[in-house]
């Protein structure tokens, strides 16, 4: 059974600092991997998919990489706003299915 | 172009009533889905239908939850009778064929407090 595990799981920082979250799975057969954003009461919005055999995917200022071999991914938010505050969750599709971790909660201080 | 619509937004009942979620998915997408998200935890996948038949549905309470989706197009999930641990965000998604390199468009979510 695929585990998805995200640390850690709130982060705060001021506004401009680049952000780093870490995600990690227990299965290395992945098809894909996403990242979504999570607003409160809102539902999912996907940020990046990153095909298994690609290396990473960019979007303006986000940057995320996958290491499969080693089960990890990271996503990088360059210079944060406080716009930028939600909940980050990291998710994996194998076995037909999406395995989402809980998610990192970042806070933007202005 | 129209999102995922769900409703009600918010629910609150006692334990071992029943309730019902609806669900109407982006025109035109094969594939819906259900997922349930206790607070603090990632979705969990439910149930998910392609177009109007059940793929996986492995995680889904059988004993106490149903969902049908008539006609390929909207979808309604059922709790009957609901107990406290279902309290939580029930999201329905959906995308154009469900395949691996698809991406999910998730409604807003409908909130349910077990009492």
């Known amino acids: 059974k695929q585990e998805v595990t995200q640390i850690p799981a709130a982060l705060s920082v001021p506004e401009g600092e680049n952000l780093v979250l870490n995600c990690s799975f227990t299965d290395s057969a992945i098809y894909n991997l996403q990242w979504f954003r999570q607003d409160p009461g809102k539902g999912l919005t996907s940020l990046l998919l990153i095909q298994s055999s690609q290396r990473e995917q960019t979007s303006g200022r986000l940057n995320a990489s996958l290491d499969k071999s080693s089960g990890r991914s990271t996503l990088y938010i360059a210079a944060s706003q406080p716009g930028d505050s939600a909940t980050y969750l990291c998710a994996v599709f194998n076995d037909y299915k999406l395995s989402f971790g809980a998610g990192t909660t970042v806070t933007v201080r202005a | 172009e129209a999102g995922v619509a769900q409703s009600p937004r918010y629910k609150i009942i006692e334990k071992r009533q029943s309730v019902a979620f609806w669900c109407n998915p982006i025109s035109g997408h094969a594939t819906l889905y259900w997922y349930q998200q206790i607070l603090g935890q990632g979705p969990k996948l439910l149930i998910q239908?392609?177009?109007?038949?059940?793929?996986?549905d492995s995680q889904l309470p059988k004993d106490r939850f149903s969902a049908e989706r008539l006609k390929g197009v909207d979808s309604t999930l059922k709790i009957q009778p609901a107990k406290l641990e279902d309290s939580a965000v029930y999201l329905c998604a959906s995308s154009p064929q469900g395949g691996a390199v698809d991406i999910q468009y998730f409604g807003a979510g409908t909130r349910l407090s077990v009492l």
């Open positions: 239908f392609q177009n109007n038949g059940v793929v996986d």
